[in-house]
């Protein structure tokens, strides 16, 4: 870590020691378009991100988040560089990652007990001892005596606590939230913002949540990664937030230290925002 002066932002250096849990090397995404040109989506990506840590990514809308998750899920390939999962070169689909996206994940025509056990019965667990698993899980997120309905029968907060059991019974060491909780009510969304800390506390997962939302990603992160506007996203900040855990999210945003840290990054965020707008009015 490295304090630059006291009105300079604190930017964080992940330490070299230990292999990171992810890490993005030099790493570009390009598409081609259907006129042929190409449309440079990332650009020369380097991050690092340790076992074990919360990192948020904020930046403005379609700078390339969603491709940054994406590169990491294995669900793109990197068009230069590299993702490196544990040291290794990422190849496929990141079998060490779960996902939980902005729309439901929950399978509408199983119940919750099928939905959250889903991932352990195809890993070859019996039945029985899935359910088992499943109906701890379920009761963890808070549902307990909601195993036999379906997700039509539930709220979007219920819903979504659903899909955070289905991700969280296989023990991802990678889980990776994408606007998780944008379409949540303010009420209904700081709950599963703390519930999430709760069981990541438990947990030695690496976070990569994304979100519009820079007061959220303070509250939850031990880190957080500015990305610059397109086309060609690159890192444009990566801060440090050494507010103490555990953490209240509704609480902590009171607090002179987050309010703080909070002008410092919105500082570099306001900037990249007024040139993404600038580009779409072009
Ligand atoms: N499969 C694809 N083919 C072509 N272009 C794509 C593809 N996927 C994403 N893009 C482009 O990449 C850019 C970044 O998209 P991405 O979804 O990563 O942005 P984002 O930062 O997640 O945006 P938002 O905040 O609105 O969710 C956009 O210009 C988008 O049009
Ligand atoms: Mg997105």
Same mark, same amino acid.
């Given at each position: ?20 849990? !992810? ?8 598409? #081609? ?11 020369? @990506?380097?991050?690092? @991100? ?7 990514? #904020? ?18 390939? /990197? ?5 490196? !999962? ?17 729309? %439901? ?31 701890? *899980? ?14 039509? =029968? ?13 991700? +969280?019974? $296989? ?12 379409? +949540? %009510?303010?009420?209904?969304? =700081?709950?599963?913002?703390? &519930?999430?800390?709760?069981? *990541?506390?438990? /947990? ?20 957080? $990664? $500015?990305? /610059?506007?397109?086309?060609?996203? /690159?890192?444009?900040? %990566? ?15 009171? =607090? ?6 909070? &002008?410092? !990054?919105?500082? %570099?965020?306001?900037? &990249? ?10």
């Amino acid at each position: 870590m490295l304090a630059m002066g006291s009105h300079e932002p604190v930017r964080y250096a992940s330490s070299p020691v230990q292999t990171p849990m !992810i890490e993005l090397k030099n790493a570009s995404k390009e598409y #081609v378009k259907p006129s042929g040109e190409v449309h440079t989506v990332l650009r020369n @990506i380097d991050l690092r @991100i340790e076992k074990g840590e919360f990192c948020s990514i #904020v930046g403005p809308s379609g700078c390339g988040k969603s491709t940054t998750l994406n590169l990491i899920a294995g669900f793109e390939e /990197t068009t230069g560089g590299k993702v490196h !999962i544990m040291g290794e070169p990422l190849k496929g689909i990141n079998p060490r990652a779960a996902c939980v996206f902005q729309t %439901d994940n929950t399978y509408p025509w199983k119940t919750v007990m099928d939905n959250v056990s889903l991932g352990l019965r195809l890993k070859g667990l019996k039945k029985g001892e899935a359910y088992r698993e499943a109906k701890r *899980w379920i009761e963890r997120v808070g549902l307990k005596g909601f195993e036999n309905h379906f997700p039509h =029968q539930l709220s979007g907060g219920m819903r979504k606590r659903v899909a955070l059991a289905q991700c +969280l019974i $296989v023990q991802p060491e990678i889980l990776l939230m994408d606007e998780s909780f944008s379409a +949540l %009510d303010v009420h209904t969304r =700081q709950l599963m913002e703390d &519930e999430l800390l709760n069981i *990541w506390e438990e /947990t030695s997962a690496s976070v990569v949540f994304i979100t519009h939302d820079l007061e959220e990603a303070i509250a939850l992160s031990d880190r957080v $990664v $500015v990305l /610059t506007a397109g086309p060609g996203a /690159t890192v444009k900040g %990566d801060y440090r937030i050494n507010l103490p855990r555990p953490r209240n999210v509704a609480e902590i945003r009171f =607090q002179p230290q987050f309010m703080s840290l909070h &002008e410092q !990054i919105w500082d %570099d965020l306001r900037d &990249e925002v007024m040139i993404s707008y600038a580009n779409a009015n072009k």
